[in-house]
């Protein structure tokens, strides 16, 4: 046997015939003509070096080698149809794998998405990486990841950024903290109160420096921490006051109180940013678009501010399924 004969379309040809049992309803079948499938068999049994079919008045039937190669054709024909299976879920974006880079404060906010596009795409895979400002801005320099979550995008080369969710930044208090009895409280007394801050270039201080820097405003008294669950803790623990994300707070805060201020909320958003000199992986794109289709079902209307249409535009539209 010569295999370098062999073909796909021979293979195809040869089973359709031993399964409709008629060399005319198979050419019927693969729109064929019935010379060219008699002519196809005549090549494959060359190739094999044996008979295949044996022609009887009842129809045809089987030889030994041609049993054999029945049996090989559907198993090769089986792995491919697999193949071709894995392939349109591949292309369609239900299997696979994609990695977004976020900043700290977004992981409050990321589970409320990942959660339900994880029960809808079971086979996707997602690898989060969580780290300050600094980075994850190093992780796009480096294009470690396919997509990323900033509060306060970044101005860079390369950098396509939608909006999704609004991010208000408020002024919070111990629960027993004389401020917060106060109906109305002024920039200045929240200034005149320790400020429990996060690290120099992050999102959350860099939108805190520049309101204030608006408002002619400076800091007097800090403390810096390494995160947000700490001045939340250090806070609620009467350490000082702080400006943070609506969505660090727990639903029940009993320990905190939101300060009323003029002038906040400090308006932010959170963004999907992607890189528009790189691919973005089906999954990827699979992702944006269940959350673009869904978000206002997971998220309370008033941080809803969806945009993803914008940075969707840029990429083709999934095939849909048969």
């Given at each position: 046997m010569n295999i370098r004969h062999l073909?796909?379309?021979?293979?195809?040809?040869?089973?359709?015939?031993?399964?409709?049992?008629?060399?005319?309803?198979?050419?019927?079948?693969?729109?064929?003509?019935?010379?060219?499938?008699?002519?196809?068999?005549?090549?494959?049994?060359?190739?094999?070096?044996?008979?295949?079919?044996?022609?009887?008045?009842?129809?045809?039937?089987?030889?030994?080698?041609?049993?054999?190669?029945?049996?090989?054709?559907?198993?090769?024909?089986?792995?491919?149809?697999?193949?071709?299976?894995?392939?349109?879920?591949?292309?369609?974006?239900?299997?696979?794998?994609?990695?977004?880079?976020?900043?700290?404060?977004?992981?409050?906010?990321?589970?409320?998405?990942?959660?339900?596009?994880?029960?809808?795409?079971?086979?996707?895979?997602?690898?989060?990486?969580?780290?300050?400002?600094?980075?994850?801005?190093?992780?796009?320099?480096?294009?470690?990841?396919?997509?990323?979550?900033?509060?306060?995008?970044?101005?860079?080369?390369?950098?396509?950024?939608?909006?999704?969710?609004?991010?208000?930044?408020?002024?919070?208090?111990?629960?027993?903290?004389?401020?917060?009895?106060?109906?109305?409280?002024?920039?200045?007394?929240?200034?005149?109160?320790?400020?429990l801050l996060r690290e120099p270039g992050?999102?959350?201080?860099?939108?805190?420096?520049?309101?204030?820097?608006?408002?002619?405003?400076?800091?007097?008294?800090?403390?810096?921490?390494?995160?947000?669950?700490?001045?939340?803790?250090?806070?609620?623990?009467?350490?000082?006051?702080?400006?943070?994300?609506?969505?660090?707070?727990?639903?029940?805060?009993?320990?905190?109180?939101?300060?009323?201020?003029?002038?906040?909320?400090?308006?932010?958003?959170?963004?999907?940013?992607?890189?528009?000199?790189?691919?973005?992986?089906?999954?990827?794109?699979?992702?944006?678009?269940?959350?673009?289709?869904?978000?206002?079902?997971?998220?309370?209307?008033?941080?809803?501010?969806?945009?993803?249409?914008?940075?969707?535009?840029?990429?083709?539209?999934?095939?849909?399924?048969?």
């Amino acid at each position: 046997m010569n295999i370098r004969h062999l073909t796909f379309r021979l293979l195809q040809v040869y089973v359709a015939v031993v399964r409709h049992g008629s060399i005319s309803e198979a050419a019927r079948q693969l729109h064929l003509t019935q010379p060219t499938v008699s002519q196809q068999l005549k090549r494959l049994s060359e190739a094999i070096g044996s008979p295949l079919l044996e022609h009887h008045a009842q129809g045809l039937t089987m030889t030994a080698t041609g049993q054999a190669l029945y049996q090989a054709s559907r198993d090769v024909l089986g792995r491919f149809d697999d193949f071709a299976d894995q392939l349109s879920d591949l292309q369609y974006g239900s299997k696979g794998r994609f990695s977004i880079a976020l900043v700290n404060t977004a992981q409050y906010v990321l589970p409320r998405l990942l959660g339900p596009f994880s029960h809808a795409f079971p086979d996707v895979d997602v690898t989060v990486n969580i780290g300050n400002r600094r980075q994850v801005l190093a992780r796009f320099e480096r294009r470690e990841d396919d997509l990323y979550i900033f509060s306060h995008p970044p101005a860079l080369a390369h950098a396509v950024a939608a909006r999704f969710m609004r991010n208000p930044l408020v002024a919070i208090a111990a629960a027993h903290h004389p401020l917060a009895s106060q109906p109305n409280v002024t920039m200045e007394q929240l200034l005149g109160e320790r400020l429990l801050l996060r690290e120099p270039g992050s999102a959350s201080r860099m939108l805190l420096e520049s309101w204030l820097q608006e408002h002619g405003l400076t800091m007097r008294k800090t403390l810096q921490m390494a995160s947000n669950e700490a001045i939340r803790v250090g806070v609620a623990a009467d350490m000082g006051v702080a400006v943070l994300s609506e969505h660090v707070l727990p639903n029940e805060h009993s320990e905190l109180a939101v300060l009323s201020i003029a002038g906040l909320p400090i308006e932010s958003h959170w963004q999907f940013i992607v890189r528009n000199d790189q691919r973005l992986p089906p999954t990827a794109q699979r992702f944006l678009h269940y959350v673009h289709e869904h978000l206002s079902q997971w998220i309370e209307p008033r941080f809803v501010c969806n945009e993803l249409g914008l940075l969707l535009e840029a990429y083709p539209t999934f095939p849909v399924r048969e």
